[in-house]
């Protein structure tokens, strides 16, 4: 996705397929990680050992299986020293069988944080889709089009809204609220 000017804005946007969502192996969790922090390339180190080297502002990871516990994780600036401060950090835990989103993101005030959002994936019909927005956005609430229709309306920070399409491609809009304003070039999206 691409940053607005002079806003720090990112939205997640989680797309569950027929089948729904690949389910962890017993034991195990599944754990999207999402990188929101603009202008900011990124080491992640778990428990000490460098895991995402060189992660790109505005990506995400494929789902990836951990196994269940607890987690610390540290974030420094790409190629900092290991033992140096990291920019971020927290301990997260992830259950057996769960399903996370862990996104490092700016709060309103412009300072970083992690967030751990666990996803909570349903059944869905054949010939379905679920779309999950979840704005983590410093910005006001915002409206999501999918190929010029209104599909969810005023997801403010830190929400999560769910919208169910028929399976297919889409350009996904993201207006503010109030006024209609772009807040993001279109996203396509299958």
Known sequence: MHRAPALALFVFLLVIPVGGIAQAQPGNA????????????????????????????????????????????????????ADSAPAL????????????SIIAHLTPDGQRTLSVFVNAPSRIDPGESRLVVRSVATAPPLDVEANGEAILEGVAGLEVAE????AGRYSLAFLASQGGQRLLPSQNLR
């Not at 080491?43 to 502002?57: I, K, P, Q």
């Not at 301990?91 to 996370?100: F, L």
Request: charged letters at 20%.
């Open 163 to 166: 919208a169910e399409l028929s």
């Open 30 to 81: 599944t754990v999207v990680v999402l990188h929101g922090l603009p202008a900011f390339t990124a080491d992640v180190y778990v428990n000490g050992d460098l895991t995402l080297d060189g992660f790109e502002a505005i990506t995400a990871t494929d789902p990836l299986e951990l196994p269940a516990g607890k987690y610390h994780i540290e974030i420094r600036e790409v190629g900092a020293p």
């Open 89 to 100: 950090e927290r301990t997260v835990r992830v259950k057996a069988g769960g399903n996370y």
